[in-house]
């Protein structure tokens, strides 16, 4: 069955069919990079898809190995450099598609070892689904919170090992990401600053997850800047009321930790191969996101 939490968060996702010419990017990039977009509930709106370019970078995936299982990942980062600040980047549902991989990319653009990790792959390969229903009964809601903690730790240790400075490590991440980032600030003591987009706040509680972000508000390594939206149907305003409680009563690194709230953004505002993406809000959150991080000193 799957998750009312879950259903109820994602319902704000649901798209229109692919195109033809949106196969075929998804083809050739998958072909490219081992990554790509799930078929027909990742519509591609070319008119709007940023595409950021690599040269002077070194991108592509990698393996990090987790316990002896081999994760996976999206990197990018300015080519021939050491000691870089790192940023993980956490996936939407969908996994490691063109978009997160061109996320990825930007951060490294500007001057950062990105790292987006695959954290659905031992559950199955989220980008092969074509319906939303089955993607998050049979892979996402069988994802446990303790088993990304995990392969995040893994993804730290191998960024140390392979270009990154772990005194200056952030994360970000987007609607299942965005909750997984607020999680990872207060489990990893590497991280100095995340930035949540549109990540669940509240919900209900479960085997596989049983803390919410508000649950462990008070218990932040590194400050947390949230970018919401008011006009999420799937992540209500009051919720935000309730973490931005919880927050104030917690340490030095919750109280730290900020909310903007776009008021006409809908979920998923910074998607911009989607038809929620809202161009004003994606690029003065991206620019925040940056900012964020430069002052708690990942950059």
């Known amino acids: 069955m799957m998750n009312r939490d879950l259903k109820t968060e994602f319902n704000a996702l649901l798209p229109g069919k692919s195109t033809e010419a949106g196969a075929t990017r998804r083809t050739a990039l998958k072909t490219a990079l081992g990554v790509g977009y799930a078929a027909s509930v990742m519509p591609i709106m070319a008119q709007t898809a940023i595409k950021t370019p690599t040269d002077g970078l070194t991108a592509g995936e990698v393996s990090i190995d987790v316990k002896g299982f081999k994760m996976p990942a999206y990197r990018a980062m300015p080519a021939g450099k050491k000691n870089l600040p790192v940023v993980l980047v956490l996936s939407e549902i969908f996994g490691v598609h063109e978009h997160i991989a061109d996320v990825a990319n930007r951060f490294a653009r500007a001057g950062y070892l990105a790292i987006a990790p695959e954290l659905f792959v031992r559950q199955g390969d989220a980008q092969s ?55 990872y600030a207060a489990h990893s003591k590497h991280i100095k600053a995340g930035v949540a987009w549109y990540g669940r706040l509240v919900g209900d509680r479960t085997e596989l997850t049983p803390k919410n972000p508000i649950d462990i508000a008070g218990q932040l390594h590194g400050q947390v800047l949230g970018l919401y939206g008011g006009a999420d149907t799937g992540i209500p305003l009051d919720s935000v009321e309730k973490m931005k409680a919880a927050l104030a009563t917690g340490n030095a690194s919750s109280k730290a930790s900020q909310f903007v709230v ?7 505002f910074h998607a911009d191969y989607r038809p929620s993406y809202r161009k004003e809000a994606a690029e003065d959150g991206w620019k925040r996101c940056l900012a964020w991080f430069k002052q708690h000193g990942v950059a």
């Open 262 to 268: 776009y008021p006409e953004a809908p979920h998923a």
């Open 129 to 183: 689904y074509g319906e939303m229903a089955k993607l998050i009964a049979e892979v996402i809601s069988k994802v446990p919170d303790a088993q990304v903690m995990g392969d995040l730790d893994a993804t730290v240790a191998w960024a140390g090992a392979n270009g990154g400075d772990l005194a200056r490590v952030g994360i970000t991440g987007f609607c299942w990401g965005g909750r997984q980032t607020w999680l």
